[in-house]
Protein backbone atom coordinates (compact mmCIF):
# COMPACT_ATOMS: atom_id res chain seq x y z
CA UNK A 1 0.00 0.00 0.00
CA UNK A 2 1.49 3.09 -0.91
CA UNK A 3 -0.14 6.36 0.44
CA UNK A 4 0.57 10.08 -0.10
CA UNK A 5 -0.15 13.18 2.76
CA UNK A 6 0.49 16.07 2.38
CA UNK A 7 -1.10 19.89 2.28
CA UNK A 8 -3.79 20.72 -0.16
CA UNK A 9 -2.11 21.27 -3.18
CA UNK A 10 0.77 19.28 -2.80
CA UNK A 11 0.23 17.36 -5.59
CA UNK A 12 -1.45 13.89 -3.94
CA UNK A 13 -4.12 13.55 -6.87
CA UNK A 14 -1.81 14.02 -10.02
CA UNK A 15 0.88 12.44 -8.64
CA UNK A 16 -0.77 9.71 -7.33
CA UNK A 17 -2.10 8.96 -10.86
CA UNK A 18 0.76 8.98 -12.44
CA UNK A 19 2.64 6.22 -9.89
CA UNK A 20 -0.86 4.35 -10.04
CA UNK A 21 0.27 4.05 -13.92
CA UNK A 22 3.53 3.23 -13.87
CA UNK A 23 3.31 1.00 -10.73
CA UNK A 24 0.47 -0.99 -11.98
CA UNK A 25 -1.73 -0.41 -9.16
CA UNK A 26 -5.47 1.26 -8.79
CA UNK A 27 -5.72 5.06 -7.88
CA UNK A 28 -7.52 5.77 -4.78
CA UNK A 29 -8.71 9.04 -3.58
CA UNK A 30 -9.96 8.73 0.21
CA UNK A 31 -12.16 12.19 -0.84
CA UNK A 32 -13.92 11.23 -3.99
CA UNK A 33 -14.82 7.37 -2.04
CA UNK A 34 -16.33 9.71 0.78
CA UNK A 35 -18.36 11.59 -1.67
CA UNK A 36 -19.72 8.77 -3.64
CA UNK A 37 -20.21 6.62 -0.69
CA UNK A 38 -22.54 9.45 0.99
CA UNK A 39 -23.57 11.20 -2.58
CA UNK A 40 -22.07 14.50 -0.96
CA UNK A 41 -19.59 16.55 -1.88
CA UNK A 42 -16.80 17.32 0.96
CA UNK A 43 -17.84 20.52 0.59
CA UNK A 44 -21.24 19.89 1.67
CA UNK A 45 -20.55 17.60 4.45
CA UNK A 46 -18.26 20.31 6.14
CA UNK A 47 -21.09 22.66 5.53
CA UNK A 48 -24.50 20.60 6.79
CA UNK A 49 -22.18 18.15 8.99
CA UNK A 50 -19.35 20.16 10.55
CA UNK A 51 -15.41 19.00 10.10
CA UNK A 52 -15.40 16.59 13.52
CA UNK A 53 -18.39 14.22 11.53
CA UNK A 54 -15.96 14.88 8.03
CA UNK A 55 -12.98 13.62 10.30
CA UNK A 56 -14.58 10.56 11.73
CA UNK A 57 -16.01 9.46 8.41
CA UNK A 58 -12.62 10.39 6.97
CA UNK A 59 -11.28 7.84 8.99
CA UNK A 60 -13.47 5.11 9.09
CA UNK A 61 -12.88 5.24 4.90
CA UNK A 62 -9.44 5.40 5.31
CA UNK A 63 -8.98 2.50 7.93
CA UNK A 64 -10.90 0.26 5.19
CA UNK A 65 -9.47 1.62 2.33
CA UNK A 66 -5.70 0.46 4.45
CA UNK A 67 -6.68 -2.67 4.82
CA UNK A 68 -6.79 -3.08 0.93
CA UNK A 69 -6.48 -4.34 -1.84
CA UNK A 70 -3.32 -2.77 -2.73
CA UNK A 71 -3.61 1.31 -3.95
CA UNK A 72 -1.85 4.07 -4.25
CA UNK A 73 -4.02 6.08 -1.84
CA UNK A 74 -3.96 9.80 -1.62
CA UNK A 75 -5.30 10.96 1.78
CA UNK A 76 -7.35 14.48 1.73
CA UNK A 77 -4.69 17.14 3.54
CA UNK A 78 -6.00 16.66 6.88
CA UNK A 79 -6.40 13.03 7.05
CA UNK A 80 -3.57 11.78 9.19
CA UNK A 81 -3.95 14.47 11.63
CA UNK A 82 -6.72 11.78 13.36
CA UNK A 83 -4.57 9.74 15.73
CA UNK A 84 -6.22 6.52 15.18
CA UNK A 85 -5.62 7.02 11.65
CA UNK A 86 -1.74 7.64 12.16
CA UNK A 87 -2.00 3.72 14.17
CA UNK A 88 -3.83 2.51 10.98
CA UNK A 89 -0.36 3.51 8.37
CA UNK A 90 2.05 1.12 9.86
CA UNK A 91 3.34 -1.48 7.55
CA UNK A 92 2.36 1.51 4.93
CA UNK A 93 4.55 3.02 2.03
CA UNK A 94 3.90 6.86 3.68
CA UNK A 95 5.13 9.41 1.17
CA UNK A 96 5.06 13.43 2.36
CA UNK A 97 4.74 15.33 -1.00
CA UNK A 98 6.26 17.89 0.85
CA UNK A 99 5.14 21.44 -0.65
CA UNK A 100 5.39 24.90 0.73
CA UNK A 101 2.54 27.58 2.21
CA UNK A 102 2.68 29.94 -0.50
CA UNK A 103 3.39 27.54 -3.90
CA UNK A 104 0.55 25.85 -2.01
CA UNK A 105 -1.63 28.51 -2.61
CA UNK A 106 -0.52 29.14 -5.87
CA UNK A 107 -1.39 25.63 -7.07
CA UNK A 108 -5.28 25.70 -5.23
CA UNK A 109 -5.52 29.41 -3.85
CA UNK A 110 -8.70 29.78 -6.67
CA UNK A 111 -10.45 26.68 -5.96
CA UNK A 112 -13.83 26.62 -4.60
CA UNK A 113 -14.14 22.99 -3.78
CA UNK A 114 -12.17 22.74 -1.00
CA UNK A 115 -13.82 24.20 2.26
CA UNK A 116 -10.58 24.47 4.74
CA UNK A 117 -9.04 27.33 1.93
CA UNK A 118 -11.32 29.75 3.56
CA UNK A 119 -10.53 29.24 7.05
CA UNK A 120 -8.90 32.09 8.17
CA UNK A 121 -6.43 30.41 10.39
CA UNK A 122 -4.53 28.06 7.40
CA UNK A 123 -0.94 29.14 7.27
CA UNK A 124 -1.45 28.11 11.50
CA UNK A 125 -3.29 24.89 10.58
CA UNK A 126 -0.76 24.58 7.54
CA UNK A 127 2.17 25.22 10.44
CA UNK A 128 0.72 22.32 12.90
CA UNK A 129 0.73 19.46 10.40
CA UNK A 130 4.22 19.77 9.03
CA UNK A 131 5.46 17.86 12.03
CA UNK A 132 2.37 15.55 11.76
CA UNK A 133 3.10 15.02 7.83
CA UNK A 134 7.25 14.41 9.12
CA UNK A 135 5.87 11.67 11.61
CA UNK A 136 4.43 9.33 10.14
CA UNK A 137 6.37 9.57 6.77
CA UNK A 138 8.62 7.00 5.15
CA UNK A 139 9.80 9.24 2.39
CA UNK A 140 9.90 12.74 2.36
CA UNK A 141 9.82 14.00 -1.36
CA UNK A 142 10.02 17.53 -1.80
CA UNK A 143 7.68 19.50 -4.62
CA UNK A 144 8.43 22.85 -4.71
CA UNK A 145 8.99 23.92 -8.22
CA UNK A 146 9.13 20.20 -9.70
CA UNK A 147 7.09 18.65 -12.14
CA UNK A 148 4.86 15.82 -11.71
CA UNK A 149 6.74 13.45 -13.57
CA UNK A 150 9.86 14.35 -11.78
CA UNK A 151 8.07 13.86 -8.18
CA UNK A 152 6.74 10.82 -9.63
CA UNK A 153 10.21 9.23 -11.19
CA UNK A 154 11.58 10.17 -7.57
CA UNK A 155 9.26 8.11 -5.62
CA UNK A 156 9.62 5.08 -7.69
CA UNK A 157 13.45 5.52 -7.24
CA UNK A 158 12.79 5.30 -3.36
CA UNK A 159 10.40 2.33 -3.74
CA UNK A 160 11.83 0.05 -6.19
CA UNK A 161 14.47 -2.02 -5.16
CA UNK A 162 17.23 -2.91 -7.44
CA UNK A 163 18.36 -6.35 -7.28
CA UNK A 164 21.86 -7.02 -6.65
CA UNK A 165 23.87 -7.71 -9.53
CA UNK A 166 27.37 -9.45 -10.26
CA UNK A 167 30.08 -6.54 -10.43
CA UNK A 168 30.21 -5.19 -13.92
CA UNK A 169 26.45 -4.97 -14.61
CA UNK A 170 25.02 -1.74 -15.57
CA UNK A 171 21.53 -1.60 -14.18
CA UNK A 172 18.78 1.43 -15.27
CA UNK A 173 15.38 1.72 -14.10
CA UNK A 174 12.69 2.50 -16.64
CA UNK A 175 9.62 4.02 -15.78
CA UNK A 176 7.34 4.81 -18.33
CA UNK A 177 3.07 5.11 -18.93
CA UNK A 178 1.78 1.40 -18.80
CA UNK A 179 5.15 0.06 -16.63
CA UNK A 180 8.54 0.20 -14.03
CA UNK A 181 10.90 -2.27 -14.48
CA UNK A 182 14.80 -2.51 -14.38
CA UNK A 183 16.77 -3.37 -17.63
CA UNK A 184 20.11 -4.98 -16.91
CA UNK A 185 23.42 -4.76 -18.91
CA UNK A 186 26.11 -7.31 -18.20
CA UNK A 187 28.01 -10.58 -19.30
CA UNK A 188 27.01 -13.54 -18.05
CA UNK A 189 23.81 -12.33 -16.68
CA UNK A 190 21.16 -15.54 -17.45
CA UNK A 191 22.65 -17.52 -14.92
CA UNK A 192 21.56 -15.12 -12.58
CA UNK A 193 18.06 -14.72 -13.62
CA UNK A 194 16.73 -15.82 -10.64
CA UNK A 195 18.13 -13.04 -8.77
CA UNK A 196 17.75 -10.26 -11.41
CA UNK A 197 13.54 -11.00 -12.08
CA UNK A 198 11.62 -8.63 -9.27
CA UNK A 199 8.89 -10.39 -6.90
CA UNK A 200 6.35 -12.42 -8.56
CA UNK A 201 4.12 -13.51 -5.74
CA UNK A 202 1.41 -14.81 -7.75
CA UNK A 203 3.63 -16.83 -10.35
CA UNK A 204 3.47 -20.86 -10.70
CA UNK A 205 5.06 -21.16 -14.02
CA UNK A 206 6.73 -19.70 -16.43
CA UNK A 207 6.83 -20.14 -20.38
CA UNK A 208 10.22 -19.68 -22.02
CA UNK A 209 9.64 -19.09 -25.76
CA UNK A 210 13.00 -19.19 -28.32
CA UNK A 211 14.24 -20.09 -31.50
CA UNK A 212 15.86 -23.37 -31.99
CA UNK A 213 19.64 -21.87 -31.93
CA UNK A 214 19.03 -20.49 -28.57
CA UNK A 215 18.52 -23.57 -26.96
CA UNK A 216 21.71 -23.71 -24.69
CA UNK A 217 20.63 -20.28 -23.33
CA UNK A 218 17.23 -21.76 -22.36
CA UNK A 219 19.05 -24.78 -20.49
CA UNK A 220 20.62 -21.84 -18.37
CA UNK A 221 17.58 -19.58 -18.00
CA UNK A 222 15.12 -22.68 -17.26
CA UNK A 223 17.50 -23.54 -14.01
CA UNK A 224 17.80 -20.13 -12.80
CA UNK A 225 14.13 -20.30 -13.27
CA UNK A 226 13.49 -23.17 -11.49
CA UNK A 227 15.46 -21.87 -8.33
CA UNK A 228 12.74 -19.29 -7.89
CA UNK A 229 10.76 -22.51 -7.63
CA UNK A 230 8.73 -22.00 -10.97
CA UNK A 231 7.32 -24.46 -13.16
CA UNK A 232 9.25 -23.75 -16.86
CA UNK A 233 7.71 -24.95 -19.94
CA UNK A 234 9.93 -23.86 -22.88
CA UNK A 235 8.17 -23.49 -25.99
CA UNK A 236 10.06 -23.05 -29.78
CA UNK A 237 8.95 -20.63 -32.13
CA UNK A 238 10.41 -19.38 -35.10
CA UNK A 239 12.46 -16.28 -35.52
CA UNK A 240 11.80 -15.35 -39.22
CA UNK A 241 10.51 -12.57 -39.86
CA UNK A 242 8.01 -13.90 -42.20
CA UNK A 243 6.68 -16.22 -39.13
CA UNK A 244 6.59 -12.74 -36.97
CA UNK A 245 2.33 -13.17 -37.63
CA UNK A 246 -1.17 -13.92 -36.60
CA UNK A 247 -0.67 -17.46 -37.76
CA UNK A 248 2.18 -18.46 -35.02
CA UNK A 249 0.30 -16.03 -32.48
CA UNK A 250 -2.58 -18.64 -32.92
CA UNK A 251 -0.30 -21.84 -32.23
CA UNK A 252 1.49 -20.46 -29.54
CA UNK A 253 -2.05 -18.77 -27.60
CA UNK A 254 -2.84 -22.50 -28.33
CA UNK A 255 -0.13 -24.16 -26.41
CA UNK A 256 -0.53 -21.87 -23.85
CA UNK A 257 -4.06 -22.72 -22.90
CA UNK A 258 -3.19 -26.16 -23.18
CA UNK A 259 -0.83 -25.76 -20.67
CA UNK A 260 -4.01 -23.80 -18.52
CA UNK A 261 -1.56 -20.81 -18.18
CA UNK A 262 -2.98 -18.10 -15.68
CA UNK A 263 -2.68 -13.97 -15.73
CA UNK A 264 -0.27 -14.43 -13.08
CA UNK A 265 2.31 -16.55 -14.80
CA UNK A 266 5.46 -15.38 -16.47
CA UNK A 267 6.22 -15.32 -20.20
CA UNK A 268 9.49 -14.51 -20.93
CA UNK A 269 11.23 -14.33 -24.02
CA UNK A 270 14.37 -15.05 -25.34
CA UNK A 271 16.08 -14.25 -28.77
CA UNK A 272 16.29 -12.03 -31.10
CA UNK A 273 13.56 -9.32 -32.55
CA UNK A 274 11.15 -11.18 -33.60
CA UNK A 275 10.88 -13.53 -30.62
CA UNK A 276 11.21 -10.58 -28.41
CA UNK A 277 7.65 -9.14 -30.52
CA UNK A 278 6.12 -12.76 -30.35
CA UNK A 279 6.66 -12.66 -26.76
CA UNK A 280 5.62 -9.22 -25.98
CA UNK A 281 2.43 -9.50 -28.35
CA UNK A 282 1.62 -12.81 -26.22
CA UNK A 283 1.99 -11.46 -22.87
CA UNK A 284 0.04 -8.26 -24.04
CA UNK A 285 -2.89 -10.34 -25.21
CA UNK A 286 -2.82 -13.65 -24.02
CA UNK A 287 -5.08 -13.80 -20.86
CA UNK A 288 -5.64 -9.77 -21.67
CA UNK A 289 -2.05 -9.28 -20.46
CA UNK A 290 0.59 -11.34 -18.42
CA UNK A 291 4.15 -10.60 -16.74
CA UNK A 292 6.82 -10.19 -19.42
CA UNK A 293 10.79 -10.71 -19.07
CA UNK A 294 12.81 -10.25 -22.29
CA UNK A 295 16.13 -11.99 -22.60
CA UNK A 296 17.46 -10.20 -25.92
CA UNK A 297 20.20 -12.35 -27.17
CA UNK A 298 20.84 -9.27 -30.38
CA UNK A 299 21.84 -5.97 -30.59
CA UNK A 300 18.47 -5.27 -32.56
CA UNK A 301 16.38 -6.83 -30.04
CA UNK A 302 17.97 -5.08 -27.36
CA UNK A 303 17.46 -2.10 -28.92
CA UNK A 304 14.19 -2.36 -30.86
CA UNK A 305 11.82 -4.87 -28.83
CA UNK A 306 13.07 -5.27 -25.37
CA UNK A 307 12.97 -1.74 -23.58
CA UNK A 308 10.05 0.40 -24.28
CA UNK A 309 7.47 -2.38 -24.93
CA UNK A 310 7.19 -2.57 -28.80
CA UNK A 311 5.35 -5.80 -29.54
CA UNK A 312 4.08 -5.91 -32.83
CA UNK A 313 3.40 -8.39 -35.97
CA UNK A 314 4.03 -8.11 -40.08
CA UNK A 315 1.04 -8.26 -42.25
CA UNK A 316 1.71 -9.45 -45.35
CA UNK A 317 1.31 -5.28 -46.73
CA UNK A 318 4.46 -4.60 -44.55
CA UNK A 319 6.70 -5.12 -41.22
CA UNK A 320 5.27 -4.17 -37.82
CA UNK A 321 1.82 -3.20 -38.66
CA UNK A 322 -0.26 -4.94 -36.49
CA UNK A 323 0.78 -4.50 -32.37
CA UNK A 324 0.81 -3.19 -28.94
CA UNK A 325 2.81 -1.78 -26.24
CA UNK A 326 3.03 -3.94 -23.61
CA UNK A 327 5.79 -3.05 -20.93
CA UNK A 328 8.27 -5.57 -19.42
C1 LIG B 1 -8.64 18.98 3.60
C2 LIG B 1 -8.13 18.72 2.36
C3 LIG B 1 -8.96 18.27 1.23
C4 LIG B 1 -10.25 17.62 1.71
C5 LIG B 1 -10.95 18.50 2.68
C6 LIG B 1 -10.09 18.84 3.91
C7 LIG B 1 -7.73 19.40 4.68
O1 LIG B 1 -8.24 17.32 0.45
O2 LIG B 1 -10.02 16.39 2.33
O3 LIG B 1 -11.30 19.66 2.00
O4 LIG B 1 -8.11 19.33 5.86
O5 LIG B 1 -6.58 19.78 4.38
P1 LIG B 1 -6.95 17.73 -0.48
O6 LIG B 1 -5.75 17.73 0.40
O7 LIG B 1 -6.90 16.65 -1.50
O8 LIG B 1 -7.21 19.06 -1.06
Do not use: W
Not at 15 to 25: D, K, N, Q, S
Not at 159 to 169: D, E, I, K, R
Not at 297 to 325: C, E, F, I, M
Amino acid sequence: MIVLVGFMGAGKTTVGHLLAERLGLPFVDSDLVIESRTGRSVREIFAADGEPAFRALEHQIIAELLRGPDAVLAFGGGGVEHPDTQDCLRGSQVIYLRVGYDEAMLRVSHDEYRPLLRAPNLQAIFERRLSVYENVATHVVPTDGRRPEAICLDIIERLVQVPSAPAGTTSVLVSCMGGTYNVHVGAGLLADLDRLLPPLPHARTAVLLAAAPDRPAVTVAQAALRRRGLDVRPIEVPDRQQAKDLGTIAQVAGALADLAIHKDDLIVGIGGEVVGDIAGFLASTYNRGMPLVLLPTTLAAQADAAVGGKASLNLPQGRNLLGTVHQP
